[in-house]
């Protein structure tokens, strides 16, 4: 039994923040409009951010309050705050009332936070991401009963799974009731998270509170009621010198009996009350001191070794005198300052060790006593023998926090434990045999978790150590485990070698008897020379691996074998093609794999658009977007298939939707392969749209991310067409044709057709242009520098496959650019043919402005008009300043007018008529369906204010009061049964 007062009888009196109370009260009211909001409170140590918290929650009553707090244990707990709140919550409504209304992949999902809510089920690539979006949803069904406060105290000590957590709260807040509140100290420079609290404070939905000192008026009445009377004019000038407005200096001081004031350090003034307390009751504080700010009943009753009787007597003056406050379960130090004065202060050094050995020893043999917070003890016990000086059970507990770490998905803090592990091994004798593993193991875990955290630089630069110590060691298997890693971390930092990589590895395995390791390896280096267009070995090694696969019972490799497959024999049987990815996506469902599910989103989105088939492609990827979404990977695989979309939507023209699709993945900070992709694609459509300045920014931030050749043949053409674009644009052609030439020499264009042909054209344009303007091109080419590059683009052209209508097209311009100046009109002819039959409208549109331009030459005016009105129509659409410009400058040259023949208004249809955009169009087909902004956002891969502002442009246009307004309206009009 423990002691048992409420947080009232502990409380100093609160004065003097109206302000900040004021700022609080007015974000909760604007949480209640719907509007999400955090605030972040900021302060020296003991200045009052825990009591400004406790005064706004009297003034929110109605509020579902969720208050959790930041641990300064040395290696602080992993996702300790929102463990802690789910604790709170599962004791207040109870656990079938907190899983109601959730889905079971929520559920399965918190499950990883909480055990209680589920069984876990293991963990794979991107269930961090998950379980992060299910406690978000978790925190939209509670703000659907009533408004949320999400409160964390002292994030200076969040680990930095927390911190990723609770970063994902406030930056992907929901539309819905909920403000988040959280308190840090001032943070020093060279602090981990000042940086990313700077960053997340940019937001528009987070204000700031600065806390300071309390003005000398303030200081008197916090005397005044400490002391039950006024106090003297001396007496609050000295306290008001002495501890600069802070209440947690002014309420120590006053403390003090007369002419007794210390003249020492803070520390001295906070241990002054705690040496005043009886014996008994001192000791008991140094015990709790080393268990922490916080510190349970049951496991101080078991350290201290007093009855329960005396443990009482000895606790009741410290929770009288507020040294101490008391919870459901255990005590807390009323601020964490006094705790820190009681351990540096009261303790001597063998005292500390003992009482730490007495802490792990009594949490080994029974884990419930390790602080509620925490859902596994060996980390809490790590701690504790550290302390203790204890290096031999240090090291066993340590190893088993950081395989807790990966039970946890707390890849940052399983990361540090394991170099923790590599720290203790060089203190113990035979560390192998203490826990059972080698060096060379911990060290391919160490990788692995870097690379999981998303250090990935740190990862590669581990994984040369980790090689060595395997290879020390013997261990081949090893070796091609790590080696395995390593490619996956070259793949997504844009490195070469990926391939050869794989092949290492799959050397150092026999052939005989087949493992599921070489299995997953044939069909890793399956899906790489795909990647890098080496088809034929490609598909050779996919058969192997699906044999393997059949043969050990791995379904897993079987459907990544099934997806390398589909994907290679696409262009000779689409229908086969996609029936292969449908088929590997239900295997990968029933094995419960979503990465390979996502994997086959983005293959066949690649393939369909390689193929010339846009539209299938964007409708593909929008399904895997959403898959990505529900399964967690949003922030991962996600991504890649966003940038699959978003190549699509602009071959198509769909620019704006791609601009909102490239926004938000790139807030998602994608890994730098992928943030180059994004970046290309975006750069293309400003590009495009004439504004090449911002375009050119983003060529230099690729350039800073990459020197020298990409990893893959479709990355190198993707990346050259837009430099080479840029630089034309810029007026450089010669270095425009330099980008194109060198790309060539890195990768042959046979190796990935579709991206070559518009870098060929580009390429092509280039020369044309540097001939113009006469200026010289690299004499390495040819000992005549034009006709050798002419020879290149013609001779590689002519070598380049076609398997699409736009391949066809983009064939086209390049000849049509290099063809004489006699033949050109018939060759831009046969180019506006092709462009026609190819459904991508920007080049399309500039095929019609060149016809228009030999229509005129011709003296056919009124066809020249036709298609010049036609490329102005186009231009607007795309809101391509650029083209529009271009056409706007021949039809005023040529005195023709742009305006569209008067014609008949009837066959204008309701969307036009209203002034909806297709993208507004499709945010209104959700809304019709009952979405919510975030689910519109997931839908869509937008940011869920995108869809805000898409849902009050489409009530403004339709002049409607709310969504339900419009969505009966868009019934009303049939507005969906226009393209039925």
Same mark, same amino acid.
């Given at each position: 039994?423990?002691?048992?007062?409420?947080?009232?009888?502990?409380?100093?009196?609160?004065?003097?923040?109206?302000?900040?109370?004021?700022?609080?009260?007015?974000?909760?009211?604007?949480?209640?409009?719907?509007?999400?909001?955090?605030?972040?409170?900021?302060?020296?140590?003991?200045?009052?951010?825990?009591?400004?918290?406790?005064?706004?929650?009297?003034?929110?009553?109605?509020?579902?309050?969720?208050?959790?707090?930041?641990?300064?244990?040395?290696?602080?707990?992993?996702?300790?705050?929102?463990?802690?709140?789910?604790?709170?919550?599962?004791?207040?409504?109870?656990?079938?009332?907190?899983?109601?209304?959730?889905?079971?992949?929520?559920?399965?999902?918190?499950?990883?936070?909480?055990?209680?809510?589920?069984?876990?089920?293991?963990?794979?690539?991107?269930?961090?991401?998950?379980?992060?979006?299910?406690?978000?949803?978790?925190?939209?069904?509670?703000?659907?009963?009533?408004?949320?406060?999400?409160?964390?105290?002292?994030?200076?000590?969040?680990?930095?799974?927390?911190?990723?957590?609770?970063?994902?709260?406030?930056?992907?807040?929901?539309?819905?009731?909920?403000?988040?509140?959280?308190?840090?100290?001032?943070?020093?420079?060279?602090?981990?998270?000042?940086?990313?609290?700077?960053?997340?404070?940019?937001?528009?939905?987070?204000?700031?509170?600065?806390?300071?000192?309390?003005?000398?008026?303030?200081?008197?009445?916090?005397?005044?009621?400490?002391?039950?009377?006024?106090?003297?004019?001396?007496?609050?000038?000295?306290?008001?010198?002495?501890?600069?407005?802070?209440?947690?200096?002014?309420?120590?001081?006053?403390?003090?009996?007369?002419?007794?004031?210390?003249?020492?350090?803070?520390?001295?003034?906070?241990?002054?009350?705690?040496?005043?307390?009886?014996?008994?009751?001192?000791?008991?504080?140094?015990?709790?001191?080393?268990?922490?700010?916080?510190?349970?009943?049951?496991?101080?009753?078991?350290?201290?070794?007093?009855?329960?009787?005396?443990?009482?007597?000895?606790?009741?003056?410290?929770?009288?005198?507020?040294?101490?406050?008391?919870?459901?379960?255990?005590?807390?130090?009323?601020?964490?300052?006094?705790?820190?004065?009681?351990?540096?202060?009261?303790?001597?050094?063998?005292?500390?060790?003992?009482?730490?050995?007495?802490?792990?020893?009594?949490?080994?043999?029974?884990?419930?006593?390790?602080?509620?917070?925490?859902?596994?003890?060996?980390?809490?016990?790590?701690?504790?023998?550290?302390?203790?000086?204890?290096?031999?059970?240090?090291?066993?507990?340590?190893?088993?926090?950081?395989?807790?770490?990966?039970?946890?998905?707390?890849?940052?803090?399983?990361?540090?434990?394991?170099?923790?592990?590599?720290?203790?091994?060089?203190?113990?004798?035979?560390?192998?045999?203490?826990?059972?593993?080698?060096?060379?193991?911990?060290?391919?875990?160490?990788?692995? *978790?870097? %690379? !999981?955290?998303?250090?990935?630089?740190? =990862?590669?630069?581990? #994984?040369? +150590?980790?090689? /060595?110590?395997?290879? &020390?060691?013997?261990?081949?298997?090893?070796?091609?485990?790590?080696?395995?890693?390593?490619?996956?971390?070259?793949?997504?930092?844009?490195?070469?070698?990926?391939?050869?990589?794989?092949?290492?590895?799959?050397?150092?395995?026999?052939?005989?008897?087949?493992?599921?390791?070489?299995?997953?390896?044939?069909?890793?280096?399956?899906?790489?020379?795909?990647?890098?267009?080496?088809?034929?070995?490609?598909?050779?090694?996919?058969?192997?691996?699906?044999?393997?696969?059949?043969?050990?019972?791995?379904?897993?490799?079987?459907?990544?074998?099934?997806?390398?497959?589909?994907?290679?024999? *696409?262009? %000779? !049987?689409?229908?086969?093609?996609?029936? =292969?990815?449908?088929? #590997?996506? +239900?295997?990968? /469902?029933?094995?419960? &794999?979503?990465?390979?599910?996502?994997?086959?989103?983005?293959?066949?989105?690649?393939?369909?658009?390689?193929?010339?088939?846009?539209?299938?492609?964007?409708?593909?990827?929008?399904?895997?977007?959403?898959?990505?979404?529900?399964?967690?990977?949003?922030?991962?695989?996600?991504?890649?298939?966003?940038?699959?979309?978003?190549?699509?939507?602009?071959?198509?023209?769909?620019?704006?939707?791609?601009?909102?699709?490239?926004?938000?993945?790139?807030?998602?900070?994608?890994?730098?392969?992928?943030?180059?992709?994004?970046?290309?694609?975006?750069?293309?459509?400003?590009?495009?749209?004439?504004?090449?300045?911002?375009?050119?920014?983003?060529?230099?931030?690729?350039?800073?991310?990459? +020197?020298?050749?990409?990893?893959?043949? &479709?990355?190198?053409?993707?990346?050259?067409?837009?430099?080479?674009?840029?630089?034309?644009?810029?007026?450089?052609?010669?270095?425009?044709?330099?980008?194109?030439?060198?790309?060539?020499?890195?990768?042959?264009?046979?190796?990935?057709?579709?991206?070559?042909?518009?870098?060929?054209?580009?390429?092509?344009?280039?020369?044309?242009?540097?001939?113009?303007?006469?200026?010289?091109?690299?004499?390495?080419?040819?000992?005549?520098?034009?006709?050798?590059?002419?020879?290149?683009?013609?001779?590689?052209?002519?070598?380049?496959?076609?398997?699409?209508?736009?391949?066809?097209?983009?064939?086209?311009?390049?000849?049509?650019?290099?063809?004489?100046?006699?033949?050109?009109?018939?060759?831009?002819?046969?180019?506006?043919?092709?462009?026609?039959?190819?459904?991508?409208?920007?080049?399309?549109?500039?095929?019609?402005?060149?016809?228009?331009?030999?229509?005129?030459?011709?003296?056919?005016?009124?066809?020249?008009?036709?298609?010049?009105?036609?490329?102005?129509?186009?231009?607007?659409?795309?809101?391509?300043?650029?083209?529009?410009?271009?056409?706007?400058?021949?039809?005023?040259?040529?005195?023709?007018?742009?305006?569209?023949?008067?014609?008949?208004?009837?066959?204008?249809?309701?969307?036009?008529?209203?002034?909806?955009?297709?993208?507004?169009?499709?945010?209104?087909?959700?809304?019709?369906?009952?979405?919510?902004?975030?689910?519109?956002?997931?839908?869509?891969?937008?940011?869920?204010?995108?869809?805000?502002?898409?849902?009050?442009?489409?009530?403004?246009?339709?002049?409607?009061?709310?969504?339900?307004?419009?969505?009966?309206?868009?019934?009303?009009?049939?507005?969906?049964?226009?393209?039925?």
């Amino acid at each position: 039994m423990k002691i048992s007062t409420t947080d009232r009888e502990c409380l100093p009196p609160f004065v003097g923040r109206r302000e900040a109370v004021g700022v609080l009260e007015e974000a909760y009211a604007e949480t209640r409009r719907g509007v999400p909001r955090a605030v972040f409170v900021t302060g020296e140590p003991g200045i009052g951010k825990s009591a400004l918290l406790r005064q706004f929650q009297q003034s929110a009553p109605n509020a579902t309050f969720l208050v959790g707090g930041c641990l300064d244990l040395g290696d602080a707990p992993s996702y300790a705050p929102f463990v802690g709140m789910l604790r709170s919550l599962v004791r207040q409504v109870g656990l079938d009332t907190l899983r109601s209304g959730l889905t079971t992949a929520v559920v399965n999902a918190l499950a990883w936070l909480l055990p209680d809510f589920a069984e876990p089920l293991p963990p794979y690539e991107g269930t961090r991401a998950r379980m992060f979006d299910a406690f978000l949803t978790l925190l939209e069904k509670l703000a659907q009963e009533k408004p949320v406060v999400l409160m964390i105290e002292d994030v200076h000590w969040a680990d930095q799974s927390t911190w990723d957590l609770l970063s994902y709260v406030v930056s992907n807040a929901p539309e819905s009731p909920l403000l988040t509140i959280i308190t840090y100290r001032n943070l020093p420079h060279g602090h981990p998270l000042r940086g990313p609290l700077a960053g997340l404070r940019q937001r528009d939905h987070v204000l700031q509170i600065e806390l300071e000192g309390l003005p000398r008026a303030a200081v008197g009445l916090q005397a005044a009621a400490l002391l039950g009377r006024r106090p003297e004019e001396a007496l609050l000038d000295d306290i008001m010198h002495r501890s600069s407005g802070n209440p947690l200096f002014v309420e120590a001081l006053l403390q003090c009996s007369p002419g007794e004031l210390p003249g020492g350090q803070i520390r001295d003034l906070l241990i002054a009350p705690v040496e005043r307390l009886p014996a008994p009751t001192q000791r008991v504080l140094r015990v709790a001191a080393v268990g922490g700010a916080e510190v349970g009943h049951n496991v101080l009753s078991a350290v201290s070794e007093l009855s329960e009787d005396d443990l009482e007597e000895a606790l009741r003056p410290a929770v009288h005198q507020r040294i101490l406050a008391t919870d459901h379960d255990g005590y807390r130090f009323r601020h964490t300052l006094i705790v820190e004065a009681v351990y540096d202060g009261l303790l001597l050094p063998g005292e500390r060790k003992r009482l730490h050995r007495r802490f792990a020893e009594a949490i080994d043999r029974d884990p419930s006593l390790a602080p509620p917070v925490l859902c596994h003890a060996p980390g809490e016990v790590a701690r504790h023998w550290a302390a203790a000086g204890e290096p031999v059970p240090a090291l066993a507990a340590t190893w088993q926090a950081a395989r807790d770490g990966r039970d946890l998905l707390a890849h940052p803090e399983r990361l540090r434990m394991l170099q923790r592990v590599l720290e203790l091994w060089q203190l113990v004798d035979d560390p192998s045999k203490i826990i059972g593993v080698s060096r060379g193991d911990v060290l391919r875990d160490i990788v692995e *978790a870097a %690379d !999981d955290s998303g250090y990935i630089d740190l =990862g590669m630069s581990l #994984a040369a +150590d980790a090689l /060595d110590a395997a290879r &020390a060691e013997g261990d081949t298997r090893l070796e091609a485990q790590i080696l395995e890693r390593r490619a996956r971390i070259r793949s997504r930092l844009g490195i070469a070698g990926v391939a050869s990589e794989l092949e290492a590895a799959l050397r150092l395995l026999p052939e005989s008897p087949p493992s599921p390791l070489r299995t997953r390896l044939l069909s890793h280096l399956a899906q790489r020379l795909w990647a890098e267009g080496e088809t034929r070995e490609a598909r050779d090694l996919s058969e192997q691996a699906l044999k393997l696969a059949h043969e050990t019972a791995d379904a897993y490799s079987e459907a990544n074998a099934v997806i390398t497959l589909a994907g290679l024999v *696409a262009e %000779d !049987d689409l229908k086969a093609s996609r029936a =292969g990815f449908a088929a #590997a996506r +239900d295997l990968a /469902d029933r094995i419960g &794999a979503p990465t390979l599910v996502i994997t086959s989103y983005i293959n066949e989105t690649s393939v369909l658009e390689d193929l010339g088939h846009h539209t299938a492609a964007a409708d593909t990827a929008r399904v895997g977007v959403r898959r990505a979404a529900e399964v967690g990977l949003a922030r991962t695989l996600g991504v890649r298939v966003a940038a699959c979309l978003s190549e699509t939507l602009l071959s198509s023209g769909m620019w704006d939707e791609a601009v909102e699709v490239l926004s938000h993945a790139l807030d998602l900070e994608p890994p730098r392969a992928y943030r180059a992709t994004l970046l290309a694609v975006q750069g293309q459509i400003l590009a495009a749209r004439g504004d090449i300045e911002s375009a050119a920014r983003l060529l230099d931030e690729i350039r800073a991310l990459f +020197d020298g050749k990409f990893e893959t043949p &479709a990355n190198q053409f993707r990346q050259a067409t837009f430099e080479a674009t840029v630089l034309l644009q810029q007026g450089d052609a010669g270095s425009a044709l330099n980008t194109v030439l060198d790309a060539l020499e890195a990768y042959p264009a046979h190796l990935s057709p579709s991206r070559a042909w518009p870098m060929l054209a580009v390429g092509a344009r280039a020369l044309v242009e540097a001939d113009v303007r006469a200026r010289l091109l690299p004499a390495r080419l040819h000992s005549q520098p034009r006709d050798g590059a002419l020879k290149i683009l013609k001779g590689t052209a002519a070598d380049t496959s076609i398997r699409s209508d736009a391949d066809r097209a983009w064939r086209a311009a390049v000849t049509a650019s290099l063809a004489p100046a006699s033949d050109r009109w018939r060759a831009r002819e046969e180019e506006l043919v092709a462009w026609e039959r190819a459904p991508q409208p920007y080049p399309l549109a500039w095929a019609l402005l060149h016809s228009a331009e030999g229509l005129l030459a011709r003296g056919s005016r009124a066809a020249a008009a036709e298609q010049l009105r036609r490329a102005a129509g186009i231009a607007r659409s795309l809101g391509s300043q650029r083209l529009l410009g271009a056409v706007e400058s021949l039809a005023n040259r040529a005195q023709l007018s742009l305006a569209e023949p008067a014609g008949d208004e009837e066959s204008e249809t309701v969307t036009s008529k209203l002034g909806l955009t297709a993208r507004e169009r499709e945010v209104l087909r959700l809304v019709t369906l009952g979405r919510t902004n975030r689910q519109i956002a997931n839908e869509l891969f937008i940011s869920a204010k995108t869809a805000s502002v898409h849902v009050s442009r489409i009530l403004t246009k339709m002049d409607a009061a709310n969504r339900g307004e419009a969505a009966a309206m868009a019934h009303r009009l049939g507005i969906f049964e226009e393209s039925a």
